[in-house]
């Protein structure tokens, strides 16, 4: 998953000397850059993201904190966006096709190399990132494309993380118990963070620019699947007419459809991780099988001094 320092360029080093950083959970070195925490090869591709990602018009840019619904959002969106092109039925390319393989995540795309060719992808390009609002390539801004923004529950995400990182990396985070991981996540440092932060950015920016920016939590998808997938259907310009269903396209990108297709569970992702890994268990409050009422009240104190007076809440 980690790549070696041989893609970093000069420059890129001598950035990284001057940024803040931290051992961190799962990686032995995490950098803060533009008030994010990443590793150093991630640090290359936000870099080669930010000043060579050229965004078109009728792009669709997903947006997520990690382990908030990514995987879900990309196989919905790449569903709905190409609906007339490819039948639910037969052949569908998320039948044989993990949704990570199908949509690109731009910053970890750009991380070997500044000449990045998305040219391979069905238009309109659909694209994801964790990138936070104001680190965005400036193009993705002030282009007419779209950004759906997905967060969820912070304790699900959390645990969600938890289990996906002693999963990738046994031995590195048999050290860490969880108190220890609760305390980094809650501080925002850890590679992907600040959690809350990142959240607000989008929830305010969808607010001011709502044909621009479309919040979405887990939680609502979860809850009435149906309504929020017209709604996205509808924000991205591919609203359902009123004789046409949407109920086949939420079964195909269900939890239980997508788990029980071979290529979602054996095998590798081009990035090293095993295809499985994105899918555990897709429920709402499933926290409470991990964290302590101590450790869930840590987190829930964290989320009400942030989001107080946002509107938010979880
Ligand atoms: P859990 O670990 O709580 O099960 P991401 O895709 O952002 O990495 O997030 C992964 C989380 O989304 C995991 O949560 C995973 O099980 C869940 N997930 C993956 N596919 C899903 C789907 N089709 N529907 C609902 N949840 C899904």
Redo the contacts with the bound molecule.
């Keep these: 998953v980690y790549l070696g320092d041989e893609y970093l360029t000069q420059e890129t080093k001598d950035l990284l000397s001057s940024l803040p950083s931290e051992k961190g959970w799962l990686v032995s070195k995490m950098y803060q850059y533009e008030g994010s925490w990443y590793t150093k090869g991630l640090i290359q591709g936000v870099l080669n993201c930010q000043r060579n990602f050229e965004a078109k018009d009728s792009d669709i840019i997903l947006a997520?904190t990690?382990?908030?619904?990514?995987?879900?959002l990309k196989?919905l969106l790449f569903a709905l966006i190409h609906r007339n092109k490819f039948l639910v039925s037969c052949k569908h390319p998320l039948l044989v096709g993990n949704p990570h393989s199908l949509v690109p995540y731009l910053e970890a795309a750009y991380r070997v190399s500044p000449d990045v060719s998305f040219s391979e992808l069905p238009s309109p390009r659909l694209m994801q990132t964790h990138l936070t609002y104001h680190s965005l390539p400036v193009s993705i801004k002030s282009s007419s494309c779209k950004i759906v923004y997905c967060c969820r529950n912070p304790k699900?995400m959390f645990?969600?993380l938890w289990?996906?990182g002693r999963k990738l990396s046994p031995e590195e985070t048999a050290e860490y118990p969880i108190e220890k991981v609760v305390e980094a996540f809650c501080e925002g440092k850890f590679v992907g963070g600040p959690f809350w932060d990142q959240v607000l950015e989008y929830w305010y920016e969808s607010r001011k620019n709502p044909n621009k920016v479309l919040f979405v939590t887990?939680e609502d998808l979860?809850k009435q699947t149906e309504v929020e997938v017209k709604r996205i259907a509808e924000f991205i310009g591919c609203g359902f007419s009123a004789d046409e269903e949407v109920s086949e396209i939420v079964k195909l990108?269900?939890?239980e459809s997508?788990?029980k297709l071979e290529v979602n569970r054996q095998g590798k992702l081009p990035n090293g991780v095993e295809s499985n890994s994105?899918?555990?268990?897709?429920?709402i409050g499933?926290w409470r099988d991990t964290l302590s009422e101590f450790l869930a009240e840590v987190i829930d104190r964290t989320t009400e001094e942030k989001f107080e007076g946002s509107g938010l809440k979880f």
């Design positions: 997520t990690p382990k908030s619904g990514t995987t879900w196989a699900d645990v969600s289990h996906f887990y979860k990108c269900s939890f997508l788990s994105y899918f555990r268990k897709g429920e499933g």
